[in-house]
């Protein structure tokens, strides 16, 4: 828990899931830049459009301005998880969330955003401002200086028609626009990767935007064989679908799930499993992993991401592998590929009675994991 303190208040904020021990803050100085900017510049009371809020400190502080209401966009189920948990927390009504393929549930009066860490995502994220934001409307985006893309005055100047650098603030930059009314670009998403099932759809932000990664290509060659009549299997972490499709290819009969946490990689699972299998037995899963889901699996598939956002480290696999090893059903198995260095075996010897290597190379190395403890 820490608190923010903010032109029109404090919050009580915490970083979700919890992990024990946490030493992150769930806001930084580019959070603390954009509300001082909106104190210091808004000219009277409006709507704000918040984009990529992460945990609430965007979101939360302007609804305790009280001036106007507040609508937030991204792509996150979990950052849309965080802002609610944490409105909840400090006892404030729920945030009213759009998906970035949703139209603006009411006219914004501002922006406020913070730069995301895929230049696709932003990009896609400017050409939909412009086609929901009136003319005249400010955009105000900020991100740590370290986390910055040089190349985004001119994506401003691209999408909007004007942007401009301003001073930065304890490592952190404010980047400032107004909307043009009107589309003066559409951004090329979604973009196109070969697979062995075909040609994929990849939406903006999606993991291995412009070719399919080597990471998968490998768990393509190390899939289950044997599998049960009709099984029940998970596609964890699906991304563009590649890995459940695969499976689809090789087992008509499967009931595959797609789960992801963000919205535009879900788009994406829909988009290919109805091009390539109309027919297949499906369900698409928007949330935390597994949870929420009833009933077993008899395979659960993971190529696990080892960063959230710009923050790197294991914390999102392991808890993963915690949530596979409690929804297999018996003689079900996980099937996992990491990279070498990660050492994935010490984690999951300890959640599973059995882990075997069923694939490696110098890089990467696929493990079999039986028996939950």
Aim: contains cysteine; glycine residues 10%; charged residues 20%.
């Amino acid at each position: 828990m820490h608190e923010l303190t903010h032109p029109w208040g404090t919050l009580t904020l915490y970083r979700w899931p919890r992990r024990r021990n946490e030493t992150l803050q769930a806001w930084d100085n580019a959070d603390r830049y954009l509300l001082n900017t909106l104190a210091e510049r808004a000219q009277q009371p409006g709507q704000t459009l918040v984009i990529n809020d992460s945990h609430g400190a965007l979101s939360l502080a302007v609804a305790q301005c009280g001036e106007g209401g507040v609508v937030a966009s991204g792509d996150s189920w979990l950052a849309m998880d965080n802002i609610q948990r944490n409105a909840g927390i400090n006892e404030l009504t729920p945030v009213n969330y759009c998906w970035p393929d949703e139209d603006l549930p009411s006219a914004a009066d501002r922006v406020l955003m913070r730069v995301p860490k895929s230049l696709a995502l932003l990009e896609a994220q400017l050409s939909w401002l412009s086609a929901q934001l009136a003319e005249g409307v400010p955009v105000w985006l900020s991100g740590m200086d370290k986390h910055l893309p040089r190349q985004l005055v001119s994506l401003l100047e691209k999408y909007l028609g004007n942007g401009q650098a301003e001073y930065g603030w304890k490592k952190a930059r404010l980047f400032s626009a107004t909307a043009p009314g009107k589309v003066l670009a559409v951004a090329p998403y979604p973009s196109k990767v070969e697979s062995p099932t075909g040609s994929l759809v990849v939406h903006a932000g999606v993991f291995s935007q412009q070719q399919l990664d080597i990471g998968a290509r490998f768990f393509l060659d190390h899939l289950p064989d044997h599998l049960p009549r009709e099984p029940r299997i998970a596609d964890l972490g699906c991304g563009n679908g590649v890995i459940g499709l695969a499976v689809l290819q090789q087992h008509p009969d499967a009931h595959v799930t797609f789960c992801d946490e963000s919205w535009l990689a879900l788009k994406s699972a829909r988009e290919n499993v109805a091009a390539c299998f109309p027919e297949a037995k499906v369900v698409f899963h928007h949330g935390d992993g597994l949870l929420g889901l009833e009933g077993g699996f008899d395979c659960i598939l993971l190529n696990p991401p080892f960063h959230e956002g710009h923050t790197v480290g294991d914390h999102v696999a392991r808890r993963l592998f915690r949530q596979a090893s409690k929804q297999l059903n018996e003689g079900g198995e996980l099937r996992v590929i990491g990279n070498q260095h990660l050492g994935y075996h010490k984690q999951l010897g300890r959640l599973f009675g059995q882990v075997e290597v069923v694939g490696s190379n110098r890089k990467f190395v696929v493990l079999s994991c039986r028996e939950p403890k």
